[in-house]
């Protein structure tokens, strides 16, 4: 996927579910996978023309990893003149040294996120940019349907009340076999995960199962998604009308 494919599907999203606006300062959690990596390209490029001005900096939490290195993404972040920070925490250590979890991923997601937030927060943002693409919003509602019995996912825009924070997911409209192809093309510093249970947990089951799924019934991904769309989920917004543009 090329940079212009790239910053159309991010636009389109931006406008359909109006998650920016002007004199926003958003951040961007970068964590050194290439969905968050894309995500600093992307919006990167649209502050270049986007009619709405705003302003963008990278922010990464550090878990605590010995073998984690943050210097290629302040290397990247140097390179596109985007403000960067590095939040440093004993996540790792409490997940798997202190309480020796057997299933972190949960708890982890909710520890960093705050993390994260907190720092938004310092650094003067009123939103935080977050990498979800096309399959993680379908895996989720599968995730959710299965293990919850509620049809559920990620919203496009969400008013985080208590830390007076918008979240925003503009590559919504992605597929990651699309990141991957960018990710390739732009030889893009992606940092391997150091979690120890990275790859065995119930998203790589969704993952599977959507990959099958779209294999035996082509186009079901795509329609899973109208549906997400078109669903009346609790806590998404509107979709803006074309006309309203």
Known sequence: MKLQQL??????????????EEGDHIAVGISGGKDSLTLLYAL??????????FELSAITVDLGYEKFDTEPLRQLCESLDVPYRVVKTDIAHILFEERKESNPCSLC??????????????????KVA?????????????????????????????????MDLTVIRPMMYVDEADVIGFQNKYELPVAKSPCPVDGYTKREYAKDLVAKLNKEHHGSKERMFTAI????????????????R
């Open 44 to 53: 990167h490029g649209l502050k270049r023309f986007y009619p709405k001005k």
């Open 109 to 126: 997601a909710k520890m960093r996120k705050g993390a994260l937030n907190d720092a938004v927060k310092e650094m003067g943002c009123n």
């Open 130 to 162: 977050y990498a979800h693409h096309k399959d993680d919003i379908i895996e989720t509602m599968l995730l959710s349907l299965i293990f919850e019995g509620r049809f559920h996912s990620f919203s496009p825009k969400t008013y985080l009340d208590r």
């Open 229 to 244: 769309e078109n669903g009346n989920i609790q806590g998404w917004p509107d979709k803006l009308p074309r006309s309203g």
């Open 7 to 20: 910053l159309s599907y991010t636009r389109k999203a931006v406008d359909d579910y109006q998650m920016i």
